[in-house]
């Protein structure tokens, strides 16, 4: 009869970590580099408050310049925003006002009336970008 151990599950931990680890990053890195595309404007703590308090929808990615990840993800959002409504930003984070609690860059926060509307936090693809991009516009 076999005997199921503790150590069975810190091995299948370890070894399902690794996995997800290898497979992420694999996923990361076939993300093509941030070509010269659209560049997304860049909001100050003054300008963040008036935009972002207008009758429209906007979108405001959070960043920190030594971020790899936001890199990608204002590429994304460059090639994603075709044919969307919604007003995309740009933010560093050290110049943001602390009231919409922001724990990590990337995170994209879909405000309106000065109310977030809706959150991204971290990375994701294209496809489910251009999903959440469409679900909050019909919101």
């Given at each position: 009869?076999?005997?199921?151990?503790?150590?069975?599950?810190?091995?299948?931990?370890?070894?399902?970590?690794?996995i997800i680890s290898?497979?992420?990053?694999?996923?990361?890195?076939?993300?093509?580099?941030?070509?010269?595309?659209?560049?997304?404007?860049?909001?100050?703590?003054?300008?963040?408050?008036?935009?972002?308090?207008?009758?429209?929808?906007?979108?405001?990615?959070l960043y920190d310049?030594?971020?790899?990840?936001?890199?990608?993800?204002?590429?994304?959002?460059?090639?994603?925003?075709?044919?969307?409504?919604l007003k995309f930003?740009?933010?560093?984070?050290?110049?943001?006002?602390?009231?919409?609690?922001?724990?990590?860059?990337?995170?994209?926060?879909?405000?309106?009336?000065?109310?977030?509307?809706?959150?991204?936090?971290?990375?994701?693809?294209?496809?489910?970008?251009?999903?959440?991009?469409?679900?909050?516009?019909?919101?």
């Amino acid at each position: 009869m076999l005997r199921i151990k503790t150590y069975h599950f810190v091995i299948a931990f370890f070894l399902i970590t690794l996995i997800i680890s290898i497979v992420g990053n694999r996923l990361f890195n076939d993300i093509p580099a941030p070509q010269k595309s659209e560049e997304l404007e860049n909001l100050n703590t003054k300008s963040f408050i008036h935009i972002t308090h207008q009758d429209t929808l906007s979108a405001v990615l959070l960043y920190d310049d030594n971020s790899d990840s936001y890199k990608k993800m204002e590429y994304l959002i460059s090639i994603s925003r075709s044919g969307s409504n919604l007003k995309f930003y740009k933010m560093n984070v050290e110049d943001y006002p602390l009231n919409y609690q922001i724990s990590g860059v990337p995170t994209v926060l879909f405000l309106k009336h000065g109310q977030e509307v809706s959150r991204i936090m971290g990375f994701v693809s294209e496809s489910n970008l251009r999903m959440i991009i469409k679900r909050i516009e019909n919101f």
